[in-house]
């Protein structure tokens, strides 16, 4: 696959293929044999019990699917394509254990996008924990008066020079596995003036005094997934926490106040780079939701016939399929542009995780169409993807910031 990239000194023959290699149909197998085989049977109870599904996360541990490692690996592919690839098969197995057990990469990207490699090196195998005694880390942006509108942002950090501490103060909300997690990473305004362009990130180590979790979120859907408020009372942390360190930090600050454009566009092509492993997530879903509906279809039979065999159910499934692999390669393809450095000129990240956000949301309400009664009891699980589908029009940017995004980049135009 490597010739897809194509460029100077690329060979002569075929530039472009969606054929996967080894490698990608490996790996793909073995996440996939893990949410078949461990995910999916244990999907009902961690939805009804609406707790972190710790032995399931243990179980991928072990294996070191849950691992540094592991996540590395799926990273390295020069076609970007095995991140969302492990993602759909581990989101078809289930949302609420897999968003379990990848929530932590929310804070790994990013300590790994803004951290110096000495900050990669120690934080982020704290993240994970150890594959005997797995951990969890949260990534903790929005606020209650800060969701889509990120600027808003309160939390506070202010620089205490003699104990070269950072003392940071406010109230986090809905942090995935806020609370529970070993390492806290927080985005926190160290100059309020300057909206988002005032932005730090620094990771709360385990244990900080002050970093305590608020209330837990009982949730529509995704509920094996921890969501909490995150309290930080004079939360002290030492200096060499602000990821990027303060000399970045400063030198950022200066531009922003001689009123030079700061890497404002650089942190928005990170943002745009993490939403195809979202799309993909969605996607999984989608694909779960389809698959089971159409099984159902062939077997359920109604006036002498399948009920596969009327068009109005058959025309459903052809279109379910026809949306998610149309999704899918709108995912593929900006996992593979953010991969090999190329510039989302018409927010194609974000067309990704919109299109599949909304195709999953989509095919799992047809899904609980096509089974009737069963389709709306917990006794089948389409209605659990539903309710899981539906996050994915609203976290990582909603549906209509995704359309925001795209309609400025497409015309330039500063959209409201
Ligand atoms: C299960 C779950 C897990 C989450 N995990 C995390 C996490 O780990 N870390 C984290 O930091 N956050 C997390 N979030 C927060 C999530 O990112 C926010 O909920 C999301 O950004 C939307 O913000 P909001 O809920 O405040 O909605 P609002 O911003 O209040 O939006 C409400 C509605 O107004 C619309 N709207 C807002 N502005 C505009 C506009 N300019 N134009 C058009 N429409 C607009 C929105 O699209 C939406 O329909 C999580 C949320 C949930 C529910």
Redesign the pocket.
Known sequence: MDEVAGGEGAPEGPVFTLELNQDQKDIREWVHGFAEGVVRPAASEWDEREETPWPVIQEAAKIGLYSFEALGQFFADPTGLTLPIANEELFWGDAGIG?AIM?TS?AVAAIFGQGTGEQIGEWIPQCFGTAEEPKVA?????????????SAIRTTAKYDEAADEWVINGQ???????GIADVHVV?ASVDRELGSRGHAAFVIPPGTRGCEQGAK?K?H??RA?H?ADVHLDDCRVPGACLLGGKEKLDERLARVREGKRAKSQAAMQTFEASRPTVGAQAVGIARAAYEYALEYAKERSQFGRPIVENQAIAFTLADMKLEIDAARLLVWRAAWMGRTGQKFENAEGSMSKLKAGEVAVWSTERAIQILGGNGYTREFPVERMHRDAK?Y?????????Q??VISRAISGIHV?
Do not use: Q
């Open positions: 968003m929530g929310l949260a990534f903790c942006a929005s606020e209650p008066d800060a969701g889509s509108d990120v986090k909300a809905w942090a995935t596995n806020g985005i979120v949730k859907g995704l997934s969501t996050i029009t609203i976290f990582e940017g909603t549906s209509e910031i359309r925001l409201k």
